[in-house]
């Protein structure tokens, strides 16, 4: 069986390949560049430790308040509270590094393929895609085959 192929391993394609390969379907990953690091604040809300089963390790720093300064020096206290309080008032900061590459390196344990490379083409015909990708290192373009495309 031809696998899904998933484009762009960062935490969203990440996560998808990762659900794939727990349901035993085949998956491949493929990332322009793996040493990417996504432009990124970093704050996750605490309920996706649970949901997406992520351990707590990923997190460096549990923020309860924040002060936020505008340009007039106007400054807004933020509490991190919800409606009931419970001990999920905070807002998780992760490196956003480290995150990816966990989810990355998870899904790849549970079966995915990695492949470093850009895609640059995508053929769908009634079995499924050819998609064309351009290898990262030596810069070869490939082709592969696929049931269907998450992008
Ligand atoms: C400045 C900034 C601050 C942010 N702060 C926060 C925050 O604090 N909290 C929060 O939850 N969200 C934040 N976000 C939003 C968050 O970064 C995005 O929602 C999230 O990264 C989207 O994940 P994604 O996997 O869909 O896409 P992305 O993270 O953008 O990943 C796309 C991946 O696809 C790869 N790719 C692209 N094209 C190709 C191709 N042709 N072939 C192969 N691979 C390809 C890229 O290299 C990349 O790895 C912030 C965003 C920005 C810009």
């Known amino acids: 069986m031809d696998p899904v192929l998933v484009v ?17 379907v085949p998956v491949v990953m493929l990332e322009r560049d793996t040493s990417y690091v996504k432009p990124c604040g970093g704050a996750v ?17 549990k923020v309860h308040h924040a002060l936020v ?7 807004v206290e933020i509490e991190v509270a919800g409606v009931h309080h419970t001990d999920q008032d905070y807002i998780a900061m992760c490196c956003r590094e480290e995150f990816d590459r966990y989810i990355r390196q998870r899904a790849v344990q549970r079966g995915a393929t990695l492949i470093e490379g850009q895609l ?19 810069g070869a373009r490939q082709q592969l085959r696929a049931v269907t495309v998450i992008g």
């Not at 640059?120 to 030596?138: H, Q």
Request: avoid cysteine; charged fraction near 25%; charge should be negative.
């Open 8 to 24: 762009g391993a960062s935490v969203g394609g990440a996560t998808a390949a990762d659900t794939l390969a727990r349901a035993g």
């Open 45 to 61: 809300p605490p309920v996706a430790f649970t949901e997406f089963d992520l351990p707590e390790t990923l997190i460096s720093r």
């Open 69 to 75: 300064h505008s340009p007039s020096e106007r400054v």
């Open 120 to 138: 640059v083409d995508l053929t769908f015909d009634k079995d499924g895609v050819t998609a064309t990708y351009r290898e990262r290192f030596g």
